[in-house]
C-alpha cells in the first residue's frame, strides 16, 4: 500500500502563491507519475498537473500554464504544485495521485490526465484564494 499525504493548502489573495506538498509513504515507492487534480464546489475533479517520476517531464490543464509549475523530490517521494499568480476560479479541494504502472514518457502525457488511470490519492488540501 502507499499513503499519499498532502500539505500546503490556505487561504490566499488572488494574485498570491501556495506550495502544495504531497509525500508518499508505504511500499517501495516507484510510480510513473504523479498528478495533481481538484475539485471546485459544485463540480467535477478535473485534471490540473502531473510529472512523470523517472524523467521529470511535466503536463498541464491550459489553465494553469504559465501559473503553476509542478516538481518532484525522488529522494523524499515528494511531489509539489507551485502555484502562483493565483485566480479565485483556482478555489479547490487540491488531490495529488500516484499511477503505479510502468508509462513510457513519450505517452505518459495522454495517461497522465486521466482519473481512472491513478491507483492512489490523498485525501485533499483546501486551497481558497478570495478577490
Known amino acids: 500500500q502507499v499513503q499519499l499525504v498532502e500539505s500546503g493548502g490556505g487561504l490566499v489573495q488572488a494574485g498570491g502563491s501556495l506550495r502544495l506538498s504531497c509525500a508518499a509513504s508505504g511500499r517501495t515507492f516507484s510510480p510513473s507519475i504523479m498528478g495533481w487534480f481538484r475539485r471546485a464546489p459544485g463540480k467535477d475533479r478535473e485534471f490540473v498537473a502531473a510529472?512523470?517520476?523517472?524523467?521529470?517531464?511535466?503536463y498541464y490543464v491550459d489553465s494553469v500554464k504559465g501559473r503553476f509549475t509542478i516538481s518532484r523530490d525522488n529522494a523524499k517521494n515528494t511531489v509539489y504544485l507551485q502555484m502562483d499568480s493565483l485566480k479565485p476560479e483556482d478555489t479547490a479541494s487540491y488531490y495529488c495521485?500516484?499511477?503505479?504502472?510502468?508509462?513510457?514518457?513519450?505517452?505518459?502525457?495522454?495517461?497522465?490526465?486521466?482519473?481512472?488511470?491513478?491507483?492512489?490519492w490523498g485525501q485533499g488540501t483546501q486551497v481558497t484564494v478570495s478577490s
Open positions: 495521485a500516484a499511477d503505479m504502472n510502468y508509462c513510457p514518457e513519450i505517452t505518459c502525457g495522454v495517461r497522465a490526465v486521466r482519473e481512472a488511470g491513478y491507483d492512489y
Open positions: 510529472i512523470h517520476w523517472g524523467a521529470g517531464r511535466p
